[in-house]
């Protein structure tokens, strides 16, 4: 029996604002390529989008996780990809602070990509909610592929 096994490659993109009184605004706007092999079934964390940082007092974090659905998987398309995770949006005295402005979940299907066919994209916001620093946003764009795999990984 064949393995299922597909490849998810995509950028995720950070866009946001730390929003300063006495100088210059400071922005970010930093794109991470990522791909990751995926077997079926198999809940696989992407780490390489994990933390993004700017202007000494932002922060983005995201928790990202895969899994690929098998061929014949009941109600499934088959070699689906879902994605899903949370994004969290931090604002303080340095780029490592525990102050949690906003949080998101997200959840993105990922289907079979062809030749031709477009990415698969979506968008998490997240914004500082607090009177001070309330011009403060950060953006996390998704643009995601579901690939065929020509050969199994080495292991």
């Given at each position: 029996?064949?393995l299922?096994?597909r490849?998810?490659?995509g ?8 929003a ?13 390529p ?14 390489e ?8 007092e ?13 061929k014949?998987a009941p ?5 689906r ?19 949690q402005?906003?949080a998101?979940d ?8 062809f ?13 500082n ?13 998704f643009?995601?592929r ?10």
């Amino acid at each position: 029996m064949a393995l299922d096994i597909r490849e998810l490659t995509g950028i995720v993109r950070v866009d946001g604002k730390d929003a300063e009184v006495v100088t210059s605004d400071e922005f970010i706007h930093e794109p991470r390529p990522f791909s990751r092999v995926l077997l079926a079934d198999q809940d696989t964390l992407i780490p390489e989008v994990h933390r993004f940082t700017w202007g000494g007092e932002c922060r983005v974090e995201i928790d990202m996780h895969a899994k690929l659905h098998p061929k014949g998987a009941p109600g499934m398309d088959g070699n689906r990809i879902d994605v899903w995770g949370q994004a969290r949006f931090y604002e303080g005295e340095s780029e490592d602070t525990n102050e949690q402005e906003d949080a998101e979940d997200f959840f993105i299907t990922v289907p079979r990509s062809f030749a031709g066919s477009p990415d698969i994209v979506s968008a998490v916001d997240l914004f500082n909610h607090e009177t001070v620093g309330q011009d403060d946003w950060a953006r996390v764009n998704f643009s995601l592929r579901n690939r065929q795999v020509e050969e199994p990984p080495p292991g």
